[in-house]
């Protein structure tokens, strides 16, 4: 159960200790979720950590975060508190796909120290590691290809995290956590919870704040790899919903009716690409202005959005469209085709979600994060603005969604959100 959540903006971390200090002596006792913007210098990222560490009898887990849009001027703490009797720390090694690196993140690997290379090399290293396991897996007795095994997701080739395998598996209804772009295999092996609702945000990515490719915390320590995060039981599971401020409606929805993989062949019977370029010049929103815009298609089930996946390319020739998306909706679903202008996603943020949420929000790459470090004694409160009763994070990663599929309810299977402004709350705990 959440017994406590705020967010921070705050202009010191002597100022979170501070804050800290106040709140109740019984929450000292209780595990710690907690995420710091990667604007954070690198000694308010060890103040917080250090004095997070210490004020806790329990664990606590967390990792870095973007900074908040709006407020990238400050740095964002955000800090939620557990009942430890229904809650479960543990932290994920799981493998999965490694996405490419690209930019200055490489040339940076020649200047960190021999502990900071050795990270950066087991990170390097994981996705042949990864490859070599799912070709052991997906293969039969004979070195033959087992299809059966690979259109099952292999996910007896998971192997849950330590602390989670000593809870019942029904009665974990919530699962929180961090994780690093290789999320495939830790998302899989949730799966083993299926009456739980699991949301993760994907670390922000570090390389010039921390000189990790990502920062996930489990107490003192720091990991560029894997995940850390809290099971809950017992209790009432929260809400889980979706929401995509900004995001416009281009078309009728229609019924996907050709996909394979990440494609999607047929749209109402007809080629999906022509179809979203027609909707394009019926709304007016080709040229120069429209050219940062992202356009998505929606998944629509119960009348809300299910799924929102980005389009990455289409060829009109072909009538192929595919999605930033590990599988593309199943013939049979209903879709819609959708657009976000760019000057309209700080909408998104102007109001963070009240009374006991945690929300995690996919924010703007480009977003500023240059370091901030601690000022003065001379700002008493060190804070900009608290967010009471919310624990509010932002990543330029995405965030990944899997909705519980126990009885009487229509669940999906785990898939990343990277839709600019799009936002996932938990909220709706007593």
């Not at 954070?40 to 250090?50: D, I, P, Q």
């Not at 996405?99 to 993140?105: K, L, S, T």
């Not at 996705?127 to 070599?132: D, H, I, L």
């Not at 901030?372 to 509010?392: P, R």
Request: hydrophobic share 40%.
């Amino acid at each position: 159960m959440l017994l406590h959540a705020t967010t921070l903006l705050a202009r010191s971390g002597r100022s979170i200790a501070s804050y800290l200090r106040q709140l109740p002596d019984e929450l000292r006792a209780q595990p710690i979720l907690f995420t710091l913007s990667s604007n954070a210098s690198k000694e308010f990222l060890s103040t917080v950590v250090h004095v997070l560490d210490s004020h806790s009898n329990s664990q606590s887990v967390g990792c870095v975060s973007a900074a908040l849009p709006l407020h990238s001027s400050v740095v964002a703490c955000s800090l939620a508190f557990f009942d430890r009797a229904t809650a479960v720390p543990f932290r994920s090694t799981i493998q999965g796909r490694v996405e490419p690196q690209v930019g200055r993140w490489h040339a940076m690997r020649a200047h960190q120290s021999p502990s900071s290379a050795n990270e950066l090399d087991v990170h390097s290293s994981r996705e042949e590691a990864w490859k070599r396991e799912v070709d052991a897996a997906v293969r039969g007795q004979h070195g033959d290809i087992d299809w059966d095994r690979i259109w099952s997701g292999v996910r007896d080739l998971e192997a849950l995290p330590p602390p989670l395998k000593l809870i019942r598996k029904q009665e974990v209804h919530t699962v929180i956590s961090f994780t690093d772009s290789a999320f495939q295999g830790f998302a899989n092996a949730l799966e083993a919870f299926p009456q739980a609702n699991k949301l993760s945000l994907v670390a922000s990515s570090t390389p010039f704040s921390t000189g990790l490719p990502f920062t996930l915390i489990e107490n003192s320590s720091l990991h560029s790899s894997g995940a850390v995060g809290i099971a809950l039981t017992s209790g009432r599971r929260p809400s889980l919903m979706l929401q995509y401020p900004g995001l416009e409606e281009i078309a009728p929805p229609m019924t996907v009716t050709a996909s394979d993989g990440n494609l999607i062949h047929g749209l109402d019977g007809s080629n999906p690409t022509k179809m979203l370029m027609s909707a394009i010049e019926q709304q007016k929103l080709s040229g120069d202005e429209a050219k940062d815009d992202e356009f998505c298609l929606m998944i629509l089930k119960f009348g809300m959005p299910w799924e929102v996946h980005r389009i990455m390319a289409g060829g009109p020739s072909r009538g192929i469209m595919a999605l930033e998306s590990e599988i593309a909706p199943a013939e049979g679903a209903i879709v819609q085709l959708c657009h976000r202008p760019r000057d309209k996603v700080p909408n998104a943020f102007m109001a963070p979600p009240t009374d006991r949420a945690v929300t995690f929000v996919n924010t703007a790459s480009d977003l500023s994060s240059t370091p901030q470090s601690d000022l003065s004694e001379s700002d008493v409160h060190g804070f900009d603005e608290v967010f009471g009763s919310t624990f509010l994070s932002a990543s330029e990663n995405g965030f990944i969604v899997g909705r519980s599929k126990g009885v009487g309810s229509e669940g999906n299977s785990p898939w990343k959100s990277s839709v600019t402004g799009g936002r996932a709350t938990l909220n709706s705990w007593e």
